[in-house]
């Protein structure tokens, strides 16, 4: 599929035809066919031709679509780069494609000017909204309403096979390095094909397109509009209101999204409000689709067929669709093989399976992908003999119908038996006080594995685990039970809206391998232990903290050095793997201080007593570090930086006048942190991780100052009343300190559960 010549196709035939609808925002086909030859032959005066490759980094917008029909006329290969990665994932891949433009918003601007000074072959780029400093020809810089008003409207005449590159799309990188998906013109002939095959589709049809266009999704439906002639609306927010809004206004007819955010919209209270009888059919895919989700859409939109798909990115990326008559019947099902499409079901030792046994699903076919970009190895593990090895589980039924349980990976085995998270799924979400749910495996020292549920309840539902633990054997085996129930807020997501089950694996993991370790090594931990304290101990001694900055100013450095390194949506990720750390910081390092005074009793010096309570976080370190090798190499730097940030906080607070600079330090962390997220700095979808962990390290926090005070205190008073009986008044005073940590260590934490609440209902909850 020559993705131009089926947008020129529609520019004269339907010129006056809206093609592109977002926000205020709308192009007919001929506006848009001569925009993108404006921006086509611009790029090819930079000196950029076919072949070479330009990074895409862009948010949902209707200048995408202009962007990718540029690109797709002349042959450039389009890099989609997802707008919400941060540089530190991006800048390898400018790297690895040698990218020679970048067409991109101001608010990626610090990130491009970096691009452009440290990559060689990045010779523009291309900037769209605020010019930002953008100026004609300066720097490598131009922006894209310029280019638009006066270049040159005439088709670009290069010629372009379907064997052509056209697309390196580049997966999330869940399990280690991303890797770039490399789709052909003709891959974007299947998606097309396949829907027109199952479905009926017409010029006079409004599509919705919700995921991010960075996704494989944005491509496939702009090529799904050139080819049919309809409409198509780009959604900017990931937000039920916004969707619905889009929806009522447009007269959309269909879209598809994963699961979550029709889990979003049906969670809405204020959805009745909205007018969706226009919306005639609806696909839920890209993830395991419970049934009773499916069955509660229908009973809420009665006149809105619902179907389910099948595919991945690397398969272009539909392998199976519910065809409209089939629907209702085979509701469960991911449907049937799209056009020249094949599937097999294979067990653990390669050898296929019958119908109706669950297995590895692999599939062939013209719409697999050609690899991944300078990546052989990775390629020859998924393709052998022409055959993609998905890593999902699933059966066929006797009609054909394939239906996926999930990725092979999540499957956990209890006492030696198979289990599939989403059976339990299916049965929890069920339940009328449930809105969403998510089920893990995690270590257990009876079966190996167990199956732990997180639950996010309805609004205004309080259920307990009692009543869901009754509700699931009523309907389940035992061994399908869930040993460990966890109710959340909220569940961590994907940029696509995907439930990030990887996250919810990861604490569990990580104590697993933490206890495995002490238990190996428990024969020179103590020693270690006792150096590594003693070190730390000294060197703490060697700082003078009067000296050291405010907490409150070492905090808003390393919040800056943290926002150019990574993005708070991986600061989110690091606090929830943190926090294991810090509680078994808080278990461990009190004991082990106790322990280690008391063995320093030679001293015998209240000094002493008063200069290792006040370093003890140096006695947290340890765990710290310990718990950090459990977790995995991003977690090592998080934990050192936090281990390191407590240490010089607690000298400072506790070298000048504890009480009011506690007080004065919580206030300012207080007031910044809530500044900084109800200003929006960070993502909507890590909002609620950040809020909880938060609040959950400011807690534990307030019991370290009550330790501390406590002992601090102690001994201070102790020495005070030794040696200077007058000064008897220090032990109330003390006491005193310890009433008022408390009281604000209760009233800041009342304080985060609410801004908790506020940060939910502020990202569309």
């Avoid at 780029?125 to 010019?131: A, H, I, N, P, Y």
């Avoid at 919705?208 to 996704?215: F, I, K, Q």
């Avoid at 046994?357 to 992908?369: D, L, N």
């Avoid at 919040?559 to 926090?579: D, N, P």
Wanted: glycine content about 8%; overall charge neutral.
């Amino acid at each position: 599929m020559i993705v131009g010549k089926y947008l020129q196709r529609q520019a004269k035939q339907r010129p006056d035809k809206v093609a592109v609808i977002c926000n205020d925002v709308q192009l007919t086909f001929s506006e848009l066919n001569l925009r993108a030859n404006m921006m086509a032959n611009w790029l090819l005066a930079q000196g950029i031709k076919k072949g070479d490759r330009a990074v895409m980094l862009l948010p949902n917008c209707a200048e995408f679509a202009v962007v990718y029909f540029a690109l797709m006329k002349i042959g450039v290969i389009a890099v989609i780069l997802d707008f919400r990665l941060s540089p530190a994932e991006m800048a390898p891949i400018f790297d690895e494609t040698e990218a020679k433009v970048l067409i991109t918003h101001s608010k990626q601007k610090t990130f491009a000017l970096r691009m452009l000074r440290e990559k060689e072959d990045l010779r523009n780029v291309v900037f769209f909204g605020d010019e930002g400093g953008a100026k004609e020809k300066e720097d490598g810089l131009y922006h894209y309403e310029r280019i638009v008003k006066k270049g040159d409207t005439q088709e670009p005449n290069v010629p372009l096979r379907e064997e052509d590159e056209a697309l390196y799309l580049y997966t999330s990188g869940t399990t280690g390095k991303p890797k770039g998906v490399i789709l052909t013109y003709d891959h974007l002939t299947y998606f097309p094909e396949s829907m027109k095959a199952m479905q009926t589709l017409s010029e006079e049809d409004v599509q919705g397109a919700v995921l991010p266009m960075s996704h494989v999704s944005g491509p496939i439906v702009l090529n799904l509009m050139v080819d049919v002639g309809h409409t198509l609306v780009i959604i900017d927010e990931i937000r039920p209101k916004k969707i619905l809004e889009e929806i009522q206004r447009n007269k959309i007819n269909y879209f598809h999204a994963v699961p979550p955010i029709y889990q979003m919209i049906l969670n809405l209270p204020s959805r009745d409000r909205y007018d969706l009888s226009s919306l005639r059919s609806v696909a839920m895919m890209g993830t395991v689709v419970a049934e009773e989700l499916m069955e509660e859409w229908v009973k809420e939109y009665p006149h809105c067929l619902v179907r389910q798909g099948y595919g991945a990115t690397e398969t272009s990326p539909l392998l199976t669709l519910t065809h409209d008559d089939d629907a209702p019947r085979k509701m469960a099902s991911a449907g049937r093989c799209v056009p020249r499409a094949e599937i097999k079901i294979l067990d653990k030792d390669g050898k296929e399976l019958p119908t109706g046994e669950v297995g590895e699903v692999i599939a062939r076919g013209p719409q697999i992908m050609k690899g991944y970009f300078k990546n052989p190895k990775a390629t020859a593990q998924k393709i052998k003999d022409d055959w993609y090895y998905t890593g999902d589980l699933g059966r066929f039924d006797e009609d054909g119908y394939i239906y996926i349980l999930g990725r092979a990976d999540d499957m956990v085995i209890v006492g030696g038996m198979n289990v599939y998270p989403s059976e339990l799924e299916n049965v929890l979400i069920a339940h009328d006080k449930v809105a969403e749910v998510a089920v893990v495996g995690v270590p257990d020292s009876d079966r190996g594995q167990a199956l732990k549920a997180v639950i996010v309840p309805k609004v205004g539902e309080e259920v307990s685990k009692r009543e869901l633990m009754r509700f699931c054997r009523e309907r389940l085996a035992n061994f399908k039970l869930p040993k460990t129930i966890e109710f959340r807020d909220s569940l961590p997501r994907s940029r696509t809206g995907k439930v990030a089950k990887r996250e919810l694996k990861v604490v569990e993991e990580g104590l697993k391998k933490y206890w495995e370790f002490l238990g190996e090594h428990k024969k020179w931990i103590g020693p270690v232990a006792l150096v590594a304290v003693w070190f730390l101990v000294t060197v703490t001694k060697m700082v003078d903290p009067f000296f050291l900055p405010s907490p409150v100013i070492v905090g808003k450095q390393l919040g800056i050095l943290l926002s150019q390194l990574v993005t708070y949506e991986h600061i989110a990720k690091t606090f929830y793997r943190m926090m294991a750390g810090y509680a078994i910081a808080a278990g461990i390092g009190v004991p082990l201080g106790i322990v280690l005074g008391y063995w320093e009793k030679i001293y015998e010096s209240v000094e002493f007593i008063i200069d290792f309570f006040r370093s003890f976080p140096a006695t947290a370190m340890f765990p710290l570090f310990m718990l950090a090798f459990g977790l995995g190499d991003g977690s090592k730097i998080a934990l050192v930086v936090f281990g390191c940030a407590l240490l010089i906080l607690v000298n400072t607070t506790y070298g000048v006048h504890g009480g009011s600079r506690t007080r004065k330090m919580v206030a300012e962390t207080m007031k910044a942190s809530e500044t900084y997220i109800m200003a929006k700095v960070v993502l909507p979808e890590a909002l609620p991780q950040i809020a909880a962990g938060l609040r959950l390290a400011l807690s534990l926090s307030l019991i370290i100052v009550v330790v501390l005070e406590m002992f601090i205190g102690t001994t201070r008073g102790l020495g005070y009343l030794i040696y200077n009986s007058h000064m008897t008044y220090q032990i109330p005073d003390m006491y005193a300190y310890i009433v008022l940590a408390g009281l604000i260590g209760y009233f800041i934490n009342q304080g985060f559960v609410k801004l908790e609440d506020k940060v939910i209902h502020w990202a569309g909850r």
